[in-house]
């Protein structure tokens, strides 16, 4: 966590912190694409933070942690292969995407936040 940041800010480095997570099991899915037997597993965060979002303080949302699960496709559902792999490349690639652009809009933010403390600091010392 960012000492000294507020709880905003403390959030958007969770929220990284998640995404890189989130890059890290979606690239293990797409190096087991060929692995009989392998079930693609995925991360659930957003549904506890849409719950605790209603109920909690910011300041303790940092305290919610993701967690890795072996995705919900059941038999028959047309998403497990022959060899009982589960793993669709194309949706991974597309998470994966979408999962980028998400931690490249929370850099961006925390970098603008940080340019906001920054210009406040410089401007005090004029």
């Avoid at 403390?10 to 087991?32: P, R, Y």
């Avoid at 719950?51 to 305290?63: E, F, G, W, Y």
């Avoid at 047309?78 to 995407?97: A, M, P």
């Amino acid at each position: 966590m960012i000492t000294g940041m507020d709880a905003s800010s403390n959030l958007l480095e969770k929220m990284m912190n998640v995404s890189a997570t989130k890059h890290k099991v979606i690239a293990n899915n797409i190096a087991n694409v060929n692995t009989p037997g392998y079930k693609r597993m995925e991360v659930s965060f957003e549904d506890q933070l849409s719950r605790a979002i209603q109920d909690v303080p910011v300041a303790k949302l940092t305290t919610l942690q993701p967690k890795i699960v072996v995705s919900k496709d059941k038999e028959g559902s047309g998403n497990i292969r022959n060899d009982g792999n589960n793993v669709n490349i194309d949706s991974e690639v597309t998470s994966l995407l979408k999962n980028t652009g998400k931690y490249n809009v929370y850099t961006q933010i925390l970098g603008k936040k940080m340019e906001m403390v920054k210009s406040a600091i410089d401007n005090s010392k004029a």
